[in-house]
């Protein structure tokens, strides 16, 4: 099986799509259906796999077996004072947090001779393991350059240069990798597919990754992949299937369920994507993406007194998921609360956590505007402004307030920002219809770019 040899990528694609979905502002709740919903409902599913990467191993690594060149097992021996002693202060290093000290016994390491394929495996893996993904690159690089038959090396490698966003680079090294087992190959056809992904190349991406899923349907990384690009492709519809045959393979899959309620949810079924996470939440009622899902859903449904208690729950979950404060302020808000203090104080903690987050500064205005702190509310606003640009409704909010502080010339040109980004915002609306539309029928529409 491909989970024995290649431990699963979860942690490469958790990491991969956060530095990916970085630049994006959260969900906005003032627009229902929008790109901007659809945008950051992907970045909420793929974030929520970040928290359990320092519990997946992606790269391979070889504890249990052999090296191979070529198929066949290699038996090196290895000094012990050449990889041994300098391994060990690597690992070291990397335990104690000490990057410093990595970085600087590194190039002592990658200058030995005769390094095994199990130390360099073994070593880029936990580099890899602590996000230190171009010190990984370069043992890789050495593991290939002194072990081309092993096909090992090269996928290492491959994940590698996909953290990086080195995607034609990736692309080359799966394709340089040598001809290998039948588990081999599916791995091969897995990655290519995940890089294709990242490069847009959406109709070879879902190539591959179908031609994996058929070949291992019980792979949940295979299954979440090919979900998340239907996603993508906008066949919410497709995917609400997808997800729910790909549950009857790994049962107890939270993630897979959590993906059907994002598929649900942006499919117009949105009371269903309600119900999948409160049964989520029943089984692993510490889920905190799933939470979030729930409680946006409930938000958006009108219903903000369900929604503030589920995101007030979710607060004192161990690991409480960024979003539940900014979700839990802005229900709040909606209800007319005057706990002034304690909404401020979750925007700030959403704003420690989530990047680039204009909608949070936008709550912040509203919070000190109600305050009578208007010339705040206005900082707020210019904030946000400068953190998206196209936001038109902070740029509306920014007319009146730049008129009451004198600034007329500013109200003027904040009126015309505002003018420009409405009219935008109803052709991307009419764009989204139309694609829904087209989904309904079963055709497809435009993907769109998450990065």
């Not at 992904?197 to 792979?219: H, V």
């Not at 003027?412 to 109803?426: L, W």
Request: proline content about 5%; charged content about 25%.
């Amino acid at each position: 099986m491909a989970s024995e040899q290649y431990v699963d990528a979860k942690s490469f694609r958790a990491w991969h799509n956060l530095r990916v979905m970085k630049n994006t502002s959260p969900f906005e709740p003032q627009l229902a259906v929008s790109l901007r919903v659809m945008r950051i409902l992907l970045t909420m599913l793929w974030l929520a796999i970040a928290p359990e990467v320092s519990a997946w191993l992606a790269p391979v690594s070889m504890p249990a077996r052999q090296s191979r060149v070529g198929g066949q097992a290699v038996h090196r021996e290895v000094p012990q004072t050449l990889t041994g002693s300098l391994g060990d202060r690597i690992d070291d290093a990397l335990a104690n947090g000490d990057v410093n000290a990595t970085r600087q016994l590194l190039p002592k390491f990658l200058a030995e001779a005769g390094l095994a394929a199990d130390a360099l495996l073994q070593a880029g893996v936990n580099l890899a393991r602590h996000d230190l993904y171009t010190e990984a690159e370069q043992v890789f690089g050495r593991c290939v350059k002194d072990y081309p038959n092993m096909f090992e090396g090269y996928y290492n490698l491959a994940l590698a240069e996909l953290a990086l966003r080195e995607y034609s680079e990736a692309l080359a090294t799966v394709k340089k990798a040598p001809r290998g087992s039948p588990s081999d190959e599916l791995a091969r056809t897995y990655m290519r597919g995940k890089i294709e992904m990242a490069l847009g190349q959406d109709a070879q991406a879902e190539r591959d990754l179908s031609a994996a899923f058929a070949a291992a349907p019980e792979e949940e990384n295979f299954a979440l992949d090919l979900g998340l690009l239907y996603i993508r492709e906008w066949k919410y519809q497709q995917a609400v299937e997808f997800f729910r045959k790909a549950s009857g393979f790994r049962k107890n899959a939270p993630y897979l369920q959590l993906g059907l309620a994002l598929a649900q949810y942006l499919g117009g079924q949105s009371l269903e994507s309600v119900e999948t996470c409160r049964a989520l939440l029943a089984v692993q009622p510490d889920l905190s993406p799933a939470r979030v899902m729930m409680a946006f859903g409930l938000y958006m449904g009108g219903k903000i007194g369900e929604a503030e208690k589920i995101a007030a729950q979710g607060l004192h979950d161990p690991n409480p998921f960024p979003y539940l404060y900014y979700l839990h302020a802005v229900a709040l808000l909606k209800l007319q609360s005057k706990d002034y203090g304690g909404i401020l104080n979750d925007l700030r903690l959403a704003v420690r956590e989530i990047p680039r987050c204009s909608l949070c500064y936008l709550a912040f205005s509203k919070v000190h505007q109600r305050m009578g702190d208007q010339e705040t509310a206005l900082a707020d606003l210019e904030k946000a402004v400068n953190l998206d640009p196209s936001f038109a409704e902070a740029w509306y909010r920014l007319v009146p307030l730049y008129d009451q502080a004198g600034r007329h010339a500013e109200a003027q040109q904040a009126q015309r920002r505002f003018e420009g980004f409405k009219e935008d915002k109803a052709n991307r609306e009419t764009e989204i219809l139309r694609n829904v539309f087209l989904k309904v029928l079963g055709g497809e529409g435009s993907p769109e770019d998450n990065r």
